[in-house]
């Protein structure tokens, strides 16, 4: 059985810095929960100046999760939270009925250089979660499990894989688990979730014997016991989930079941409505409500 329906190649986007951006997709829009995936980096951004900050900007409908290989960010949110996220970490903020956050580079990281390479995934919630109240959870790399099998070093970031748990709280079944496997090494991926990829961070992969080179988001098929055996030594990140339990809308940072939804988050950003976006503590700029 061919395990393999949909090979993606990232598009480039520019949101001040150029990022790899691999969903969503003309051919694929989601993966399990997962409806928005950039890779960011590595950059190293110039000392003194706000290269690589993202200022306070707004989200309906959805939870963000970042995910660092090298550098830092500062996250700070409407809630109060102020975050560094280091890499390993988990850094889940669920934007439910609104939340506004910011993303900045810290200046010891710009001031040593240290080049700064992540993840940015968006997760829809479910219909019944869309206007839950806005959180955030930090989970330290520590404290997220791992699974070493021969040539292999696993690390299960969210949902449950490899006989192992997350601690990081999901709405909907989900698979997240940072993977990297030496030359020659294999790994076997069961069929436990509906929806499943894998995105090939570095290195060249064998999956059920067909070649997938750096840099593919590779959709495997419902059901495939799936063999993936690497050629040289690589990383991947494996994610997933159940489907969608329906349709979702995408516009901007907003993501919602109906456009009436939509509609209403991008008039309270517009007109700055505090009771809807409230503001966040010590951030003094905030990117406009986009024309398009």
């Known amino acids: ?15 001040g810095f150029p990022v790899r951006r691999l969903l969503p997709n003309e051919e694929v829009r989601t993966v399990g929960p997962f409806v928005f995936f950039d890779h960011m980096g590595p950059f190293t951004f110039p000392a003194d100046s706000t290269s690589g900050d993202v200022r306070a900007h707004p989200h309906i409908g959805l939870a963000t999760v970042t995910y660092l ?13 102020v975050q560094r996220i280091t890499p390993g ?33 968006w997760v829809a919630l479910p219909q019944k979660d ?12 520590v404290n997220l499990p791992r699974v070493k099998l021969e040539g292999a070093d696993l690390h299960v970031l969210a949902g449950q894989a490899f006989g192992q748990l997350s601690p990081v709280k999901t709405y909907s079944e989900t698979l997240y688990v940072s993977a990297k496997l030496s030359a020659g090494a294999q790994l076997h991926v069961a069929p436990d979730y ?48 159940e489907p969608l339990d329906g349709p ?45």
């Open 1 to 15: 059985m061919h395990s393999i329906s949909h090979i993606i190649r990232a598009q480039v986007r520019d949101i």
């Open 69 to 81: 290989f090298s550098g830092a960010m500062m996250h700070r949110d409407s809630l109060g939270s």
């Open 194 to 241: 509906a929806e499943r990829a894998i995105y090939i961070l570095s290195g060249t992969l064998s999956i059920d014997g067909q070649t997938v080179l750096q840099g593919a988001l590779v959709l495997l098929v419902t059901g495939a016991d799936v063999l993936v055996e690497a050629q040289s030594d690589a990383s991947f990140m494996l994610l997933g989930g």
């Open 130 to 141: 869309e206007e839950t109240e806005p959180g955030f959870w930090h989970t330290p790399a």
């Open 248 to 292: 979702r809308f995408l516009w901007w940072n907003f993501v919602a079941t109906t456009t009436d939804r939509i509609e209403v988050a991008k008039a309270a950003w517009a007109n700055q409505q505090k009771d809807f976006f409230p503001p966040v503590p010590g951030e003094t700029e905030f990117i406009p409500l986009p024309e398009h």
């Open 89 to 121: 970490d988990i850094n889940w903020m669920t934007s439910g009925r609104g939340i506004t956050h910011s993303e900045r580079v810290p200046e010891d990281i710009r001031q040593q250089g240290i080049a700064v390479q992540g993840l940015q995934m």
